[in-house]
């Protein structure tokens, strides 16, 4: 899939369905008070709507699922890589379970090298442990690109 495009994902523990809409991503140096520990945070935003009648979540982590990035050449990247955990914009802090009928605002940082970050391949794996793929711009792209760099201003 491409930025923009959503995908059906069970929630976790396999309770609700959430269709998952990666945003907008954004390339900087420092953002949130942090400065990269590898040279570029990878910012991306995205939509979590639940489209069942019960509240559902991203797995976490520690479960095996949640968000990884795929380097140009197959380097999985984990999502708390360099300093990349320390990076918050309120907007997109969101981690609490979705509603049915409503959606949050999220973000996933990556902290990666700048080889790392040229097109790469977001994958989130949900709660059934399916692994979903969205090709990745190397530049700045989606709808929000300037409110993103301003919630990482600090």
Known sequence: MKLGEPAQTVGDGGEGTLEITPDTIV????????????????VVTM???????????????????GWKWMAPDGEMIGFDSGNSSGVVMDKYNNADPVQPGAYQ??????????E???????????????????QMPSTDSGPNVAEVKKQLEF
Do not use: C, M
């Open 105 to 114: 605002w999220r973000a996933q940082v990556f902290d990666l090298t700048e």
């Open 27 to 42: 390339f900087v140096k420092e953002g949130g008070g942090e400065t990269s520990e590898n040279g570029t945070f990878v």
């Open 116 to 134: 790392q970050a040229k097109g790469g391949t977001l994958i989130y794996i949900d709660g059934e442990e399916k692994a979903h793929r969205w």
């Open 47 to 65: 939509k979590d709507k639940v489209t069942s009648d019960v509240a559902a979540d991203e797995p976490a982590p520690i479960t095996g699922g």
